[in-house]
Structure formats: structure tokens, C-alpha cells
Nanobody
């Protein structure tokens, strides 16, 4: 099992920045990739970004490309999401996720790939 705890959400004005953190614990060695997803009220969950523990290769969703940066700290078993130039449409609950050995063949943007999910942290961007 892998446990994930997000932090860093809050209320920010459009154009501002926030940094989300995800602390991982448990059988992290069984995971290869960490992802961030978000869900706005009344909308489906959306892929935001992903990063591989080994090598640090990143994948970023089209809607946040050029504004959001995902990074990881292996020593701390943590993943971060730096969000810049925030827009009202970025509002939502942001969840951290970790994949499992059984689903590592799936696309990095596919929810199916991720077996472990955090509770989420709310981000609200005011106009």
C-alpha cells in the first residue's frame, strides 16, 4: 500500500501562483510514476501532470503546459506541482496519485494507471 497526502492548496487571484506538495509513504518502491489530477465541480477528473521517480521524465497536460511544473524529491518521497499564471478555470480539487506495478503499461494520463490516490487539496482561483 501507498499513502499520499497533499497540501498547499488555497485561494489565489488570477495570475498568481501556488505550490502543491504530495507526501508519499508506504511501499513507494512498487511505484514508477506519480501524477496530479484535478476535478472541478460538475466536471470529470482531468490529468494535469506526471513524473517518473527514476530519471524524472515529466508529462504535462495541454491545458497547463507552459504554466505548471511537476518535480519530485526522491530523498523526501515527495512530489510537487508549481502552478503559475493561474486562471479561474484552474479551480478544482487537486489529487496526487501513484501507479502500481500492474498498470504501468497504461498511458501516463490515464486514471486507470494509478492505483493509489490522495484525498485532494482545494485550489480556488478568483477572477
Amino acid at each position: 500500500q501507498v499513502q499520499l497526502v497533499e497540501s498547499g492548496g488555497g485561494l489565489v487571484q488570477a495570475g498568481g501562483s501556488l505550490r502543491l506538495s504530495c507526501a508519499a509513504s508506504g511501499r513507494i518502491v512498487s511505484t514508477s510514476t506519480m501524477g496530479w489530477f484535478r476535478q472541478a465541480p460538475g466536471k470529470e477528473r482531468e490529468f494535469v501532470a506526471a513524473i517518473r521517480w527514476t530519471g524524472g521524465r515529466t508529462y504535462v497536460g495541454d491545458s497547463v503546459k507552459g504554466r505548471f511544473i511537476i518535480s519530485r524529491d526522491i530523498a523526501r518521497d515527495a512530489v510537487y506541482l508549481q502552478m503559475n499564471s493561474l486562471k479561474p478555470e484552474d479551480t478544482g480539487s487537486y489529487c496526487c496519485a501513484a501507479d502500481s506495478a500492474r498498470t504501468q503499461y497504461a498511458l501516463f494520463s490515464a486514471q486507470f494507471r494509478y492505483a493509489y490516490w490522495g484525498q485532494g487539496t482545494q485550489v480556488t482561483v478568483s477572477s
